[in-house]
């Protein structure tokens, strides 16, 4: 599972949208931030993720990866640039894992007091 | 949701059983870690509290708190004193509040991987 958290925090900063999908299984859900409109299905998580990366993202870890059962979480913190100004917003994910070792879920736990602008 | 983790800390640090117990839903679910088994009411999460408390944890929050619609997340790391040894853990908790703003559920993610003997 961290290996896998790790592949996706590369895929992010090379915008490779192939391999984020790769990293899902076929019925995953991504609901980001929670609280918005769960993405169900390869498809739509791949569309989320073009929108994403049309942001230009720059990811970094913080912290070790936690590992649990069939649950991993990380914090991090992601630069983009948006409607012109440069931000940072700094989620904790929350994957769960299939038995296929592809991510069935993932939660982004994160809210205005994580983002903050930079310039702009 | 912030200020009821900064409590939670602060409780923890103090080994205040009845601070901790009353952040705590009175039908409240906690798994920690997650896979573990679940206690559930107020009796059982203070029973887990007290034997958690005899290892003398010393908790210190790492980043911000994350916060979105009804859930906390936010990575820390624990010393403790176990079995004579030293020891870090480093988890990421979540938390789930009811519209009282009691913690719903609880859950705790971290494995072998997050846990680091110090001494012994």
Chains 1, 2 share one sequence.
């Not at 720059?58 to 914090?75: C, I, Q, S, W, Y």
């Amino acid at each position: 599972m961290e290996a896998v958290v790790h592949r996706y925090i590369a895929a992010l900063n090379a915008a490779d949208l192939d391999a984020i999908a790769a990293l899902y299984a076929a019925d995953a859900t991504v609901e980001d931030p929670v609280g918005s409109p769960v993405h169900r299905g390869r498809d739509a998580i791949r569309a989320f993720y073009a929108a994403s990366l049309a942001c230009r993202l720059d990811v970094t870890l913080e912290g070790p990866v936690r590992a649990a059962a069939n649950e991993a979480a990380f914090a991090f913190c992601v630069r983009l640039h948006w409607q012109g100004q440069d931000m940072e917003i700094r989620p904790i994910d929350v994957f769960r894992f299939n038995e296929a070792g592809e991510i069935a879920s993932m939660r982004a736990i994160f809210g205005p007091a994580n983002m903050e602008k930079t310039s702009g």
